[in-house]
């Protein structure tokens, strides 16, 4: 009973998941965001591919958070480019530290050099590392008791002044985005535990060599906590 009721304090954090792509305004850049979410062994480096996981434990298996987005030139603009872009993540799940029961948040971040305004379909992936899952995954014996419907996310783009470029969302079934961004809103370091810097760009995980040319090109490695520009 103090479990459920521990639970229950943690309103909208107990998930469904459901992919959502954002109907964004014509002024956005960024439209057309969905997210996926899958599990991956550690890739083999002699190999281009890795290894998708089809075991039902998280043990030592990698979260990959895959970003479909479309960026687009603004009215009556020709081969447009946006420099010093960004993917901020959010990713919010009932976990657990030091015994106890805790809602837990991992943000990240991917800045990109540039971006071209192609109208077309373009991917970013992010992962978060098996370590830190296990770290914070609630378990029961030797394996984690949760699934890729166990996430609530935000995936934002911002330009280097922070402004949102577009927003998706992913993991409750039925919500609106309406009411993704007031829920988002709402947490703050009084509510929930926050691990900065959680979830890794592309060109920080064992994929940073492996097929470079299917994505945007990310910046080296720099303050990739998911903390919105100012």
């Known amino acids: 009973m103090k479990k459920r009721l521990l639970l229950a304090s943690l309103t909208a ?9 954002q109907a964004a305004p014509a002024e956005e850049l960024v439209t057309k965001i969905k997210v996926n979410l899958s599990t991956s062994n550690t890739p083999n480096q002699s190999t281009s591919n890795s290894t998708p996981s089809t075991s039902s434990s998280w043990r030592n298996k990698w979260l990959v958070i895959s970003v479909e987005y479309t960026p687009v030139p603004q009215e009556k603009q020709r081969h447009s480019w946006i420099d010093d872009a960004s993917l901020d993540l959010r990713v919010i799940f009932n976990g657990q530290s030091d015994g106890r029961t805790q809602a837990v948040l991992f943000t990240g971040r991917s800045p990109f050099w540039t971006v071209p305004l192609d109208s077309r379909k373009h991917i970013a992936t992010m992962m978060i590392p098996p370590q830190l899952l296990d770290r914070y995954l609630p378990s029961s014996g030797t394996a984690s008791t ?10 934002a783009f911002r330009d280097r002044a922070g ?19 007031a829920y988002f809103s709402k947490l703050n370091a009084g509510t929930v535990l926050t691990v900065s810097g959680a979830i890794l760009p592309r060109n920080r995980t064992p994929w940073a060599l492996h097929e470079v040319d299917n994505f945007d090109l990310l910046k080296p490695d720099t303050d990739n906590g998911g903390i919105p520009a100012k």
Not at 146 to 155: D, G, L, P, Q, R
Not at 163 to 172: D, E, W
Request: net charge negative; hydrophobic share 35%; aromatic share 16%.
């Open 13 to 21: 954090i107990l998930l469904y998941g459901v992919s959502n792509v």
């Open 146 to 155: 949760v699934s890729t419907n166990t996430f609530t996310i935000e995936a």
């Open 163 to 181: 402004t949102v470029l577009g927003i998706g969302y992913y993991g409750q079934r039925g919500w609106p985005d309406e009411k993704y961004a």
